[in-house]
């Protein structure tokens, strides 16, 4: 659903697609780019405001359910000042990031490289790169780790001399 004039939407080749994604733009000058090689579940992008950016590096992964927007929609106001209090922010998602069922970015960002967004969680600031990052709202629980679709490692990890 498009309103809004001198848009881009980008949405790349994908290695695995299950289900179709809604793309919102509702502002003029707005980019949303879906890059190659990702899977998609499902999911519902919204970009809210003027000269909004949406960024996903390639290889990302999409669970079903996911959920992310640029902007709260609507705008908060200081009673006396009149100064807008929430404004927009541009995402940006590295390569090989994977957004667990559920997961929901709300003017998150950026999310690093090789992260995982557990199943459930709410992102509303940065992921650094190779994180898991989980809960309500999410927090990094776990750094150093990297992911794979498969369930067999197709990298090679390091045992422990204690195994």
């Known amino acids: 659903r498009i309103k809004g004039n001198n848009f881009t939407v980008f949405i790349g080749r994908m290695d695995r697609w299950r289900n179709r994604i809604k793309v919102t733009v509702k502002g003029d000058n707005c980019l949303f780019h879906l890059g190659d090689d990702g899977t998609v579940v499902g999911g519902e992008f919204h970009l809210s405001e003027d000269r909004s950016l949406m960024l996903f590096g390639d290889g990302c992964m999409f669970a079903d359910e996911v959920y992310v927007r640029n902007s709260d929609g609507h705008g908060v ?75 067999a490692p197709t990298i090679s990890y390091r045992r422990s001399s204690a195994a």
């Open 77 to 151: 106001f200081d009673s006396q000042s009149g100064t807008r209090l929430n404004s927009p922010r541009d995402l940006v998602v590295g390569p090989r990031v994977w957004l667990a069922q559920r997961a929901m970015l709300l003017k998150a960002g950026p999310i690093g490289h090789d992260s995982i967004i557990g199943a459930g969680s709410v992102v509303t600031g940065s992921v650094p790169s190779n994180s898991i990052a989980a809960g309500c709202p999410a927090h990094v629980m776990r750094t150093g780790v990297t992911w794979d679709r498969d369930l």
